[in-house]
């Protein structure tokens, strides 16, 4: 019989539900447990945390998330793989320990694995005139944003994961390696394959798989176009890859559960956010997209297969946030009749206030809000009077205090705006963290394991 | 008129500032008018000036869709765009107001 191993999605974000993650360690059968809570712009926030707190600067959802998982996990002898370290992968997994010896587990192992965090020799990385262009603006001074950098982490691959699961690891606390190399590490670990260019085509199945589990429900008929067709998605089960040695793996769920896996919900998924489909580039490796097989092959049960692919690229991505400026913003709701009139005039009267209050900006956004807001430009223009519609104004300033005169100026407009005009509660100035995505080559970073015991 | 809408189904999502579209058609014998109806050109004249830099197509074959890139075009990324829709969830259902343009 062909060895197979069977991975659960237990987290897609930070904020995700927890009780999915109960019911696939409860009801899943699964071997490994993923729980993925990091996006681009989390890093730069978790890193100001640990800044002010050397003890902070993980997720903090991962700690009441470990203490419901933990003893399920240990009961059931599932193995948990997290990058919930974020930012401060240390920190978090010794107050995991805490946690641990609070429910009176004993004999866990729990692995940190550290190395993305580039912030401590981005000096010397710039000194050696490294090439750090801008994959988005094509932009090459780095330089102009160097003393505003707040977060600087290579996208790691699962090296150090695979390695802590060899060593006995019962739970695995990363910061930022890929959200894919959560599923890739323990499916490579199973059945010892490697990073190389003999290996290419299995691997490459398993960052396919990886890419249709990473984002929890969104593969079980969350974000669906089909959203009608998708009973009970309050009680969405999240997804469980059955990974076969052969490089195939079928994609389902708990019984029961809510929600539903059918070809259409795992294409749906294949294309969510990726570049080139030919070339999905992960550290672990390079998938081809239009190579796999996607097929049903029972209810809420789908195949994947032939997966096609190439070894890893030479280069890392690497994610640099920095402080770039506030945003201060405002809503306004306008009623029938001539509810677009009505939002016409108070944007002539903002601008006025604007003006008046001296507001400093750099750039300014208007979205009449069920008009055009979603689809800007290729929205049509409405040939009749809407029941109600909404104003919303953007500014983005230098400072707080610019921000924060959007705010007073929408306020004002309660009474100085036309009849009718209506609020919700004034949105507070936010600090912005932009982001300046590059390459580094693979060497300048190295990924270091270790296991903490309780 | 037939749209867009009539054959196809959209997902869409953020990768810095570009924009990433994946359009599926409905049923595969949709999938040659879906080619047909997505093209470069199309996708930049709909979303006018919110399209910054260029527009990418390619065919999925295998899954009977295609994959649209939108450089430059969510105002400067999900942290630093002005808009509400910060991670381009919403905007790839306007692609759906194409028109289907067909030979077949």
């Known amino acids: ?454 | 008129m037939k749209l867009l809408r009539d054959i196809a189904y959209v997902r869409s999502g953020d990768k810095g500032d570009t924009v990433s579209i994946g359009v599926l058609a409905s049923s595969p014998e949709h999938y040659p008018a879906v080619l047909e109806s997505v093209t470069p050109e199309a996708v930049k004249t709909l979303f006018g000036d919110w399209v910054k830099g260029d527009v990418e197509v390619y065919p999925m074959d295998n899954i009977e869709g295609v994959m649209v890139l939108m450089r430059r075009a969510l105002g400067g990324g999900a942290t630093r765009t002005l808009r509400l829709d910060q991670t381009g969830k919403a905007i790839g259902n306007g692609i759906l107001r194409l028109p289907v343009v067909s030979g077949h």
């Open chain 1, 1 to 454: 019989m062909t060895k197979h191993v069977r991975l659960g999605a237990g987290s897609g974000f930070w904020g995700d539900a927890l009780d999915p993650a109960v019911e696939l360690l409860e009801k899943g059968e699964i071997d490994y447990l993923a729980m993925e809570y990091l996006a681009e712009l989390t890093m730069a926030l978790l890193q100001r945390q640990k800044l002010k707190n050397p003890k902070l600067g993980y997720i903090p959802d991962l700690i009441p998330h470990m203490q419901a998982l933990l003893p399920l996990a240990k009961e059931k002898g599932t193995r948990i793989i997290t990058n919930g370290g974020g930012a401060n992968p240390r920190a978090a997994a010794e107050k995991v320990c805490d946690v641990a010896r609070d429910l009176g587990l004993t004999g866990l192992k729990i692995a940190v694995v550290e190395g993305d965090d580039i912030l401590p020799q981005l000096e010397d990385l710039v000194a050696s005139g490294a090439d750090l262009t801008n994959l988005d603006t094509g932009e090459t001074h780095f330089a102009g944003i160097r003393n505003r950098v707040a977060a600087a982490n290579a996208y790691t691959d699962s090296s150090a994961i695979i390695a802590a699961l060899a060593d006995g690891a019962d739970v695995v606390i990363a910061g930022r390696v890929s959200d894919n190399a959560l599923y890739v590490g323990p499916v490579m670990h199973e059945f010892g394959w490697r990073h190389d260019a003999a290996h290419a085509r299995q691997v490459a199945a398993a960052i396919t798989v990886g890419h249709i589990m990473e984002c929890a429900a969104a593969a079980t008929g969350g974000m669906s176009s089909r959203f009608a067709e998708m009973p009970r998605m309050g009680e969405a089960g999240f997804p469980i890859a059955d990974f076969s040695e052969d490089a195939t793996a079928v994609i389902t769920k708990v019984e029961g559960s809510g929600g539903k896996v059918d070809a259409f919900t795992v294409k749906e998924h294949l294309v969510y956010e990726i570049g080139d489909p030919r070339e999905y580039l992960m550290p672990d490796g390079v998938a081809d997209f239009t190579s796999v097989r996607i097929e049903e092959v029972g209810p809420d049960r789908v195949k994947l297969s032939e997966v096609d692919g190439k070894a890893p690229p030479e280069t890392l991505k690497m994610v640099v946030g920095y402080e770039d400026g506030w945003i201060g913003e405002g809503m306004l709701f306008f009623p029938w009749p001539n509810a677009i009139a009505r939002a016409d005039k108070a944007k002539e009267s903002l601008m006025e206030r604007f003006e008046r209050l001296g507001l400093s900006f750099d750039q300014i956004h208007f979205d009449y809000i069920g008009i055009d807001m979603l689809h800007g430009p290729a929205s049509p223009k409405p040939d009749y009077d809407p029941s109600e519609i909404g104003l919303r104004v953007a500014v983005h300033t230098d400072t707080k205090e610019e921000a924060e005169k959007v705010r007073r100026a929408c306020s004002q407009l309660w009474i100085m705006g036309p009849g009718g005009t209506s609020f919700g509660t004034p949105i507070k100035p936010r600090p912005v963290y932009a982001l300046w995505p590059t390459l580094i080559p693979r060497g300048s970073v190295s990924q270091t394991m270790e296991i903490l015991e309780v």
